[in-house]
């Protein structure tokens, strides 16, 4: 089992900036990818970004391309999400999942951080 823990969210400005982290702890030598979805209320949970555990190749919705970042501390097993040019629909609940086969869903998943974006 792989344990996440997803902190660093909280009220930002339009415009402004927020780094994500999320401490992976437990079977993290099982990771494949780690992903960071979202869920703004009444929508469903869509993806926002992955990292390739194995060659740190990165994958990003369009609505976020050139805008977040997502990134590795290997040493750590812990994946950041670097958000810049926030704008009011990025306000959603964040969570960090992990995938543990090869090829299939993100299994494992977070609590949760809130990001609130005010114009």
């Known amino acids: 089992q792989v344990q996440l823990v997803e902190s660093g969210g909280g009220l930002v400005q339009a415009g402004g900036s927020l780094r994500l982290s999320c401490e992976a702890s437990?079977?993290?030598?099982?990771?494949?990818?780690v992903g960071w979805y979202r869920q703004a209320p009444g929508e469903e949970r869509e993806f926002v970004a992955a990292?390739?555990?194995?060659?740190?190749?990165?994958y990003y919705s369009d609505s976020v391309k050139g805008r977040f970042t997502i990134s590795r501390d290997g040493a750590k097993s812990s994946v950041y999400l670097q958000m810049n040019s926030l704008n009011t629909g990025d306000t959603a609940v964040y969570y960090c999942?992990?995938?543990?086969?090869?090829?299939?869903?993100?299994?494992?998943w977070g609590q949760g951080t809130q990001v609130t974006v005010s114009s």
């Open positions: 999942a992990a995938r543990t086969v090869r090829v299939g869903q993100f299994g494992s």
């Open positions: 437990g079977r993290t030598r099982s990771i494949y990818a």
């Open positions: 990292l390739s555990w194995s060659d740190n190749k990165t």
